[in-house]
């Protein structure tokens, strides 16, 4: 194909965003560092809408805050490219659509399905994908984010402090202490600053931006009117605004959100596994659960879901960006981060035993399963998707042998 050469930073149109974007949106699988390859062939390399070291610096200010990175880096590259908000809104929309759908028809199918016998075999299969991608995800983070002893050692303190208070909110205290110690433990490493931010204008929109996230998540923690509506979108907005590190770390803060009382672990185990199977950002699990959730959930839920927990990321890229040279050069903000992402390690950890390993591994044989999938994609790099086909297929095998 030949290559694209095109106009600079803030000459895009609103259309030819969404339309880039949704072809990767269609072909992008592997997680957000996966996500981020693809970006950078696509936008610096084929497209040329920004340089090396603009996309350096916007994948820094997403992996620097809480959120979907891969998602958040194809809004700042929106907002980039048309100097304003539509971009930013077509690149998410664009690369957000696809999985959504996916995941919506394959919910609506999902009952169905599990009224047989093959079928929980099936799901069951599915579960034990997720074991595979959690313990994989566990293991790449852990090197990546807690690779010495005080980042090793804050991500055990969340470890037991999940395991210990063994609700929601435990979670939230467990990325706090995390920020704390890593204010400690964590000022060795140089701070890094090379260049001017990528986007440096519209500071009042920005602040509004800021002051928006700030204000629905504190109004995520105060009791609502009987509103299941407005409930479920509370509990996807905070979901969506204390993760960080994106991907598979929305596991534990969702299943604390949705399980039971919306959604049966069953459910959420198994949407879990078919998210790995689909293209674009792994967030639109989201509208899987919305999609199910009793009593409600139906397409309106799904909608709901999905924009609940991408808004606080895209709120706070937003607002960040022209702030972002400042924010960056402090390291007591880049310590506290390294302490929070260290105990997002931990915070994981957890959930691979409680609820992933408990409710999937039932005997020896889930258990060689479970190991076959994670060894494919540790030690052959096997896509997510063959690991997913194969073990949702070893389950319905087993569930006709009636093994």
Known sequence: MAEIVAAGPGEGDPREVFVAFLGLGLTCFGGPVAHIGYFRDEFVGRRRWLDEAAFGDLVAICQFLP??????????????RCDGLAGG?????GFTLPSAVLLVALAAGAGTI???ALGA????????VAVAVVAQAVLGMARALAPDRPRAAIALAAVAIVAF???????????AAGALLGLWLCRKRPVHADHEAPIAKGHRTAVFSLALFAVLLALTFVPLPHDEALALFAAFYRTGALVFGGGHVVLPLLQSAVVPHWVSSADFLAGYGVAQAVPGPLFTFAAWLGFLARPFGGLAAAAVAVVAIFLPGLLLVFGVLPFWDRLRNRSGAQA??????????????AALYDPVWTSSVGDARDFA????GFLALIVWRSPPWLVVVALAAAGAVRAALGA
């Open 336 to 349: 506290a981060m390294r302490g929070a992402n260290a105990a997002v390690v931990g915070i994981l950890a």
């Open 369 to 372: 399963l479970a190991l076959a």
């Open 67 to 80: 959120g979907p990175a891969s998602s958040q880096l194809g809004f700042a590259i929106g907002l980039r």
């Open 114 to 116: 599990a009224a047989s």
């Open 165 to 175: 208070a063994a609700n929601a909110a435990a979670q939230i205290v467990a990325i």
């Open 121 to 128: 075999g099936i799901v069951h299969g599915l579960k034990l």
């Open 89 to 93: 809104l077509a690149a998410w929309l």
